[in-house]
Antibody
């Protein structure tokens, strides 16, 4: 089955760190870019980061640049998002998403909930 | 940075009616890099339309995307019960991906 499965979301205190993982199956992982997108009731959908399949290009949204680090391991068919210096406003459902050549998001994981609270 | 404004915020309709959703970028969109997604409660978004008017695989032909520049429309020609959901538009430009705030299509 073609799918992305996120894990790692949990309750964390402000200022803390958390690492989210994304496991891919059913497609040639290295052929695709991967994004992280988050969603909150207040701000809706927010794109966070992008990494090409060949590792050559990495982009971040201004809101997370310098705090979040995205990586991938094509041999393990996985991607991750290291989130540091977490803030209350980082509370959201985080999605791992496959990117298509036309810059759309054509496959989404089920999401993992991150709650930042004391 | 281009801001995508969707309207209306909520659309109250009955099955078989036509739904017309609007997405207006704050600047003209080059290359028709405009996509539409559907999200049902408790689920992740699903790609419906890419490049303004091209349906993604498996998307029924009642979903019709149109428009260019600063005016894009998603039309659902005849609402089915499973179409009641939230719809988002999305754009890419200069290494940034942005979403509209969404339009909820609810049962009247």
């Amino acid at each position: 089955e073609v799918q992305l499965v996120e894990s790692g979301g949990r309750l964390v205190q402000p200022g803390g760190s958390l690492r989210l993982s994304c496991e891919a199956s059913g497609f040639t992982f290295s052929d695709y870019s991967i994004h992280w997108v988050r969603q909150t009731p207040a701000k809706g959908l927010e794109w966070l980061s992008f990494l090409l399949g060949n590792y050559e290009t990495l982009y971040y949204a201004d809101s997370v640049r310098g705090r979040f680090i995205m990586s991938r391991d094509n041999a393990k068919r996985s991607a991750s998002l290291q989130m540091n210096r977490l803030r209350v406003e980082d509370t959201a459902v985080y999605y791992c998403v496959r990117g298509w050549l036309d810059n759309t998001f054509d496959l989404w994981g089920q999401g993992t909930l991150v709650t930042v609270s004391s | 940075e281009i801001v995508l404004t969707q309207s209306p915020g909520t659309l109250s309709l009955s099955p078989t009616e036509r739904a017309t959703l609007s997405c207006r970028p704050s600047q003209s969109v080059a290359g028709n890099y405009l996509a539409w997604y559907q999200q049902k409660p408790g689920q992740a978004p699903r790609l419906l339309i890419r490049s303004a008017s091209i349906r993604a695989p498996g998307i029924p032909d009642r979903f019709i995307g149109s428009g260019s520049g600063t005016d894009f429309t998603l039309t659902i020609s005849r609402l089915e019960p499973e179409d009641f959901a939230v719809y988002y538009c999305q754009h890419y430009e200069q290494s940034k991906w942005t979403f509209g705030q969404g339009t909820k299509v609810e049962l009247k």
